[in-house]
């Protein structure tokens, strides 16, 4: 976690967040179908893993729309989620969350967590902003995932690629995979971690970037039948 990025959780919220401790982000619309709450689902197991493998904390961010209870509802639960175990984990809920917190969010965590609700997520635009500064995916397979995810690689997948699968599946896939993998890699082997950082940049944020999609524009839709199309997808 950059110290920038501390400093202004601390100086907006008065909170003292551990640089050295794994972070995790989550950031977007308040919309039910992104279930901002879903890592809250087992709070004893989250707290195991804080508590036994490896300490966390956590940023969240994002407002719903003033007519959604739904949204409301979400972000009550993260709220309430996150001080049921605040004695082992510290999380921070932003206000306010617009584009500059989006930039500093993307930028200042550890890890990118995003699980909306298949086949729900048209694209998840967060997911790239973090990959271009080095935060790897953690993600349900939809929307840009799809295509940007490389197990182990650019990051990691919650659950398996089929559609309709049972929620309870996709939350122990994702406390499993959360105590088994990334948090033992993240404190006992850095490098591998910073590793998947470094491939995050190289093989999602070359190419989930506005350029390429500008180009794909000009070349698959505006000028289709006088240019050479620029491929779909390269992994
Ligand atoms: C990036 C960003 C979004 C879009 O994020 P998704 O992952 O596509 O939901 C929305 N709002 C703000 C303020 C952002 O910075």
Redesign the pocket.
Known sequence: MPSAFRCQLSRSFGVQLDPKLLTIGF???ASTY?RADLLFQDAERLRHIARDIGPIQLVYGGKAHPHDEGGKNLIRRVVGGAGGLADVIHTVYVEN???R???LI?SGVDLWL?NPMRPQEA?????M?AALNGVPSFSVVDGWWAEGHIEGVTGWAIGSDEVAEDPSVEIAALYDKLEREIVPMFYGRPNRYTEIMRYSIALNGSFFNTQRMVLQYIANAYKMQREVAVPLAKV
Do not use: E, Q
């Not at 694209?123 to 997911?127: H, L, Y």
């Open positions: 950031a977007r619309r992104k969350y617009d584009m917190w989006g930039k993307t995003n694209s998840g635009t967060s997911g902003k």
